[in-house]
């Protein structure tokens, strides 16, 4: 062996070696509970075509089970081979605006700590022949939202969560990836997604503004509907049982119906009251477009739009639901959201609204609303939005 080539040949030994050393030290000094990062960090957006894949001049005949909203034969066949699924998208300040919740058909929001809201949206019919949708930014569970996807028997996207069965630091009430793990959630993860990238990744310049690592995670709807098929989740799970055995859709009005109430064009309500100077960026209100007979949602102020699509948020049925919030005291400071049981709701729509209550007798149970007089209420065909607020809080509308 030359001398030229034994340089060389010691050279990549020593470098090896310290890059081995390096990646040792530098891995166990990391924080216990750090997200791993990706090898190969992804930091471009993937392009979202925003061209309809759907014929406009095609009929719009098959009612979508969530919502009531109408598609097409073609839109029917895709989602009936699949079941709902349900993705934590955050609401922080650098999380805004978020990606994908325009093609939801129905959208939950409650506080996930601190005042700071979080959304878990439900995709099934809007969703069929969207495209390779960017969901983001997508962050952890927490248990109220895990006994409401329950009511779908969803597929479930998140990153970690809220304890694991064996966390000390964690209250046993609030162990939402517990929970998942106990009654055989069909968990999508990111965290246990095994390093496929494709599906999720970090998507650094999203918004365009320089945002912390957490606010960065995107998941794609496409890839996630085709992981849920390599494990046997589609319409029917891996024992032939299909999603909606035991679903029971919610009532919406025809177009001969009138919808009954007080005036309420303009809503707007609080999630926290204290701490006002940080807190009110999750105050939300909404206004009433009588022309796409929708509800424009707004945030701290200002119009909500979808990032993939530059169009405000809209939802055609806005509801209120009233729960008891729980702190439970423990090191990570959780909090809880009675969900199962009963209590007061409000209902928004085409410009009205509708006082009355709500009910879950289970996990698995489906949520129904009741008007004053114990008659189920009627929806709104289209986007449903459901705030969860503290049963003391109060909503204004007119």
């Known amino acids: 062996?030359?001398?030229?080539?034994?340089?060389?040949?010691?050279?990549?030994?020593?470098?090896?070696?310290?890059?081995?050393?390096?990646?040792?030290?530098?891995?166990?000094?990391?924080?216990?509970?750090?997200?791993?990062?990706?090898?190969?960090?992804?930091?471009?957006?993937?392009?979202?075509?925003?061209?309809?894949?759907?014929?406009?001049?095609?009929?719009?005949?098959?009612?979508?089970?969530?919502n009531g909203q109408m598609f097409t034969k073609e839109e029917r066949d895709?989602?009936?081979t699949r079941r709902p699924l349900a993705v934590m998208i955050e609401n922080s300040v650098d999380a805004r605006p978020q990606s994908g919740l325009g093609t939801a058909d129905v959208v939950y929001e409650a506080v996930a700590e601190g005042g700071i809201t979080r959304f878990m949206a439900m995709f099934y019919c809007n969703a069929a022949l969207s495209g390779n949708v960017m969901l983001a930014p997508v962050r952890s569970a927490r248990i109220y939202f895990v006994n409401?996807?329950?009511?779908?028997?969803a597929l479930y996207n998140h990153v970690g969560g809220a304890g694991n069965c064996d966390d000390p630091n964690v209250d046993d009430r609030a162990k939402a990836l517990c929970l998942i793990d106990r009654v055989k959630i069909k968990n999508l993860d990111e965290m246990g997604l095994a390093g496929d990238f494709k599906i999720c990744h970090r998507v650094t310049d999203r918004t365009g503004k320089d945002v912390a690592y957490e606010h960065t995670m995107a998941c794609f709807l496409d890839y996630l509907y085709a992981k849920a098929d390599s494990l046997k989740w589609g319409y029917t799970d891996a024992n032939g049982v299909a999603w909606d055995k035991n679903f029971i859709p919610?009532?919406?009005?025809?177009?001969?119906?009138?919808?009954?109430?007080?005036?309420?064009?303009?809503?707007?309500?609080?999630?926290?009251?204290?701490?006002?100077?940080?807190?009110?960026?999750?105050?939300?209100?909404?206004?009433?477009d009588p022309v796409a007979k929708a509800y424009t949602r707004s945030n701290a102020g200002q119009v909500s739009i979808d990032l993939n699509t530059g169009n405000p948020l809209q939802f055609n049925t806005v509801i209120i639901e009233f729960a008891r919030q729980t702190y439970v005291g423990d090191l990570e400071m959780h909090m809880l959201y009675d969900i199962i049981g009963h209590g007061k709701a409000l209902v928004f729509e085409n410009g009205v609204a509708v006082s009355g209550t709500w009910t879950k007798a289970s996990r698995t149970g489906r949520t129904q609303y009741y008007d004053s007089a114990g008659k189920l209420i009627k929806f709104a065909p289209g986007p449903i939005w459901i705030s969860i607020l503290p049963d003391t809080n109060t909503v204004t509308y007119n």
């Not at 990391?30 to 309809?52: D, L």
């Not at 409401?148 to 028997?153: F, G, H, N």
């Not at 001969?256 to 939300?284: L, V």
Request: hydrophobic content about 40%.
């Open 1 to 66: 062996m030359g001398k030229t080539v034994k340089v060389v040949f010691v050279c990549l030994v020593l470098l090896f070696a310290s890059t081995g050393i390096s990646y040792s030290f530098f891995h166990f000094l990391k924080p216990s509970g750090t997200a791993p990062v990706p090898v190969t960090p992804r930091t471009s957006i993937t392009p979202i075509s925003k061209k309809p894949k759907v014929d406009p001049s095609l009929p719009r005949t098959e009612v979508c089970p969530l």
């Open 78 to 80: 895709v989602w009936m």
């Open 148 to 153: 409401l996807v329950s009511e779908y028997d």
């Open 250 to 288: 919610w009532k919406f009005l025809s177009a001969q119906d009138t919808a009954t109430g007080a005036p309420a064009t303009n809503i707007s309500y609080m999630f926290w009251e204290q701490n006002r100077d940080f807190n009110h960026n999750f105050d939300e209100s909404w206004k009433y």
